[in-house]
């Protein structure tokens, strides 16, 4: 078993959050979560300290760490960065795409296994994490990182702003995504993205803030989510 590092804990919060395990405003105790990945407050300090400088968590003074609640503005700025970066990422020319298809037809097919079943948790996180899996295997490695947290930050702007988006319409437009690319057509490729993006932001109830529901859920929040290993 690899050892609990800061940057684990950091990436399990992240994980949490693509999976709407943790919501906006949620608050994250230091002593429950050493409890919980069995370290020391020193190690958690360090990964909250590590999420704070991406954008997720925000300390008050005297109350502890919470899950950032991120304004419309910054919604709508985050879900401006992934227009720019996911369609500029989808690019077939002198690219052997077979593998690349078959990686992200996996991923849609446990998508559609996770919509079919009760996980609510794994649903969200493939959902979210196909547009990971498509720079990943599109060979951007760097924005690959880039985009999951731009990923998780809209995601907690669904999360806050109540997103009326169907995961099975989200499913759907990722499948007609793939096969433009497999046909070779970048530029519809990347007018389904832009397009898919624009209907997942248009489907948040942008009015004011909604008051964050105050309860314990780290134990469940953290719990690893049942996705099978992906194939290399």
């Not at 990945?37 to 704070?52: G, I, K, N, Y």
């Not at 702003?161 to 990347?190: K, T, W």
Request: proline letters at 4%.
């Amino acid at each position: 078993m690899s050892p609990v590092t800061p940057t684990s804990i950091a990436e399990r919060v992240v994980e949490a959050i693509l999976a709407q395990k943790l919501s906006p405003g949620e608050r994250l105790g230091e002593q429950e979560l050493a409890d919980n990945f069995d370290v020391s407050r020193t190690v958690v300090r360090e990964a909250l300290m590590q999420l704070q400088a991406r954008g997720f968590v925000q300390v008050q003074p005297r109350r502890g760490w919470y899950v950032v609640q991120p304004s419309a503005d910054e919604a709508r700025d985050a879900f401006a960065a992934r227009r720019i970066i996911e369609s500029g990422i989808i690019d077939t020319s002198g690219r052997p795409m077979q593998k690349v298809i078959q990686q992200l037809r996996r991923h849609i097919g446990e998508e559609e296994r996770a919509i079919q079943g009760a996980d609510a948790a794994t649903r969200a996180f493939l959902l979210a994490d196909f547009h990971v899996c498509l720079a990943e295997q599109m060979g951007h490695r760097l924005l690959a990182n880039t985009l999951r947290d731009l990923t998780a930050r809209t995601t907690l702007a669904a999360t806050l702003y109540q997103s009326q988006h169907d995961a099975a319409q989200s499913c759907a437009d990722h499948a007609a995504i793939v096969s433009a690319l497999e046909a070779g057509d970048s530029a519809r490729a990347q007018q389904l993205m832009v397009a898919h993006i624009g209907q997942v932001e248009a489907a948040l109830q942008m009015g004011p803030d909604a008051a964050p529901e105050s309860n314990d859920r780290l134990r469940t929040a953290f719990a690893p989510l049942a996705l099978r290993p992906k194939a290399l």
